[in-house]
Antibody
Framework: QVQLVESGGGVVQPGRSLRLSCAASGFTFSSYAMYWVRQAPGKGLEWVALISYDGSTKFYPDSVRGRFTISRDNSKNTLYLQMNSLRAEDTALYYC????????????????WGQGTLVTVSS | QSVLTQPPSVSGAPGQRVTISCTGSSSNIGAGYDVHWYQQLPGTAPKLLIYSNSNRPSGVPDRFSGSKSGTSASLAITGPQAEDEAEYYCQSYDSSLSGVVFGGGTSLTVL
């Protein structure tokens, strides 16, 4: 079955960097676009990065653009999120999520999620 | 402040029908983009509950249903069970923001 396992979270000081990983198994990883979605403690969901199936297209919301970089290694079935210049407001549980294949470019939803990895930005 | 607006909480007894609204605008739901719903049980990751407005993935009980009209969507739970106590999130696409947007979440309490 589909499995997504995040790792790399931890406590980091403001301004420092962290790299998250998401190991995928149980499906053809190279065929799916992938997202990182975060959830601040007690708050709702917010997408922070997306990458196309082949890594050629990447998008970010304004809140992280220029600081976060998404990448993937399809030979290793692994998704990454490089987070630089971290801020207190980046504190959250970070999930990787698989975008289901759809016929429409704008029909975007997530059919599989990892368990999340916690990032705490604090001095 | 979430782009999609949901009530913070709803409650209902088994045998009742509970609905959770998700209100958007002309740049997301009103523009025709589909609405999807997720269930997040305490301490777990979100799980896809309804996709493309009204479709249930395999394994989701048929007491869950979704609909969409105009700039809003709704999730209905007919006869909620104790195991349905969770946070529910709606999600769509927003053309002004060029990305997916989520509602703020609604907590369901089963009486």
């Amino acid at each position: 079955q589909v499995q997504l396992v995040e790792s790399g979270g931890g406590v980091v000081q403001p301004g420092r960097s962290l790299r998250l990983s998401c190991a995928a198994s149980g499906f053809t990883f190279s065929s799916y676009a992938m997202y990182w979605v975060r959830q601040a403690p007690g708050k709702g969901l917010e997408w922070v990065a997306l990458i196309s199936y082949d890594g050629s297209t990447k998008f970010y919301p304004d809140s992280v653009r220029g600081r976060f970089t998404i990448s993937r290694d399809n030979s290793k079935n692994t998704l990454y999120l490089q987070m630089n210049s971290l801020r207190a407001e980046d504190t959250a549980l970070y999930y990787c999520a698989r975008r289901e294949k759809t016929t429409s470019l704008w029909e975007i939803y997530f059919d599989s999620w990892g368990q999340g990895t916690l990032v705490t930005v604090s001095s | 402040q979430s782009v999609l607006t949901q009530p913070p909480s709803v409650s209902g007894a088994p045998g009742q029908r509970v609905t959770i609204s998700c209100t958007g605008s002309s740049s997301n739901i009103g523009a025709g983009y589909d609405v999807h719903w997720y269930q997040q049980l305490p301490g777990t990751a979100p799980k896809l509950l309804i996709y493309s407005n009204s479709n249930r993935p395999s394994g989701v009980p048929d007491r869950f249903s979704g609909s969409k009209s105009g700039t809003s969507a709704s999730l209905a739970i007919t006869g909620p069970q104790a195991e349905d106590e969770a946070e529910y999130y709606c999600q769509s696409y927003d053309s002004s923001l060029s990305g997916v947007v989520f509602g703020g979440g609604t907590s369901l309490t089963v009486l």
